[in-house]
């Protein structure tokens, strides 16, 4: 079995700063993908970014570009996602997803396999 636990949310003021953690045990190493996903009340669960297994390629929302940034450490078998100038539309419950398939596709919530428990994030005004 995969788990991923997901941390470092919290109440941050428009324009601050956080970074997620996302802690993975078990067979997670394989992954061929590991995605940022969030969730706002009463809306669809939407991609945030991804990082491939080989290579490191990283991809994200369109929503995103240019202020959140999405890492890894093999070592520590944790994905991190860096989030700047934050923005009240931000807010929502933000899940880490695994991907052990080889596909190419990466932002669709229905190819991811694993999902940790989610981290809330809210940005005042």
């Known amino acids: 079995q995969v788990q991923l636990v997901e941390s470092g949310g919290g109440l941050v003021q428009a324009g601050g700063s956080l970074r997620l953690s996302c802690a993975a045990s078990?067979?997670?190493?394989?992954?061929?993908?590991m995605g940022w996903f969030r969730q706002a009340p009463g809306k669809e669960r939407e991609f945030v970014a991804a990082i491939t297994w080989i290579g490191s390629f990283t991809y994200y929302a369109d929503s995103v570009k240019g202020r959140f940034t999405i890492s890894r450490d093999n070592a520590k078998n944790t994905v991190y996602l860096q989030m700047n100038s934050l923005k009240p539309e931000d807010t929502a419950v933000y899940y880490c997803?695994?991907?052990?398939?080889?596909?190419?596709?990466?932002?669709?919530?229905?190819?991811?396999?694993?999902w940790g428990q989610g981290t809330q994030v809210t940005v005042s005004s």
């Open positions: 078990g067979r997670t190493v394989s992954s061929a993908t």
């Open positions: 997803g695994a991907k052990t398939s080889p596909s190419s596709r990466y932002s669709s919530p229905s190819v991811y396999d694993y």
